[in-house]
Every structure is written in C-alpha cells, then in structure tokens.
C-alpha cells in the first residue's frame, strides 16, 4: 500500500514470468517431439534406410533435442546457461589460470 494513494500496487510481472505457462506447453511439446524423433531414427536404423535418410532422421531429432535444452534452459533460468558454460570449460580445460 502506498502512502500517497491509499491503493496496493501489484508488482510487474518481467517477460520471463508471464510465458512461463507458454514455456511450460513447449517443453512437453518439444519433449514428445524429440521422443518421437529419437524413436523415428532408430526405427530408420532398424530398417537399415539409406544413409541419407539416416542423415536426415538424426538431424531432426539432434535439432529437437538442442531445442528442448534451450527451452528448458529459458524456463528454469539462465543459472542452468552458465552451469553448462563451466563444465564444458572444466571438460576442454579452457579458462584455467
């Protein structure tokens, strides 16, 4: 409640808060589409399609995948960026003094 008006004044919502219910629906989205895309390529392997066709199979559920990361990444925050940041730099050891 403020002094001057009398009246509770409800914090702004950021960007970030208001798509969570959107991020929410991608995710299970992109994580049915990306169970999906795995299972397509390793029919596609069982099927012993050509090796384009094989290409394209795991490039579609590569893509989805990554995806999914990102859309995870952007619904639990941007720690979950900089923790992978500091792995992969403890993997390839770059950044060490």
């Given at each position: 409640m403020t002094i001057e008006t009398g009246t509770v004044e409800t914090p702004k919502k950021g960007v970030l808060t208001r798509g969570k219910g959107f991020l929410k629906?991608?995710?299970a989205a992109l994580l049915v589409a990306a169970v999906c895309a795995w299972a397509g390529f390793g029919l596609g392997l069982y099927l012993d399609l050509d090796r384009g066709a094989r290409i394209t199979l795991v490039l579609v559920a590569a893509v989805t995948t990554e995806a999914l990361?990102?859309?995870t990444a952007a619904l639990l925050g941007v720690s979950v960026v900089e923790a992978r940041k500091r792995i992969w730099r403890r993997i390839t050891g770059r950044g060490r003094d």
């Open positions: 629906v991608l995710a990361f990102w859309t």
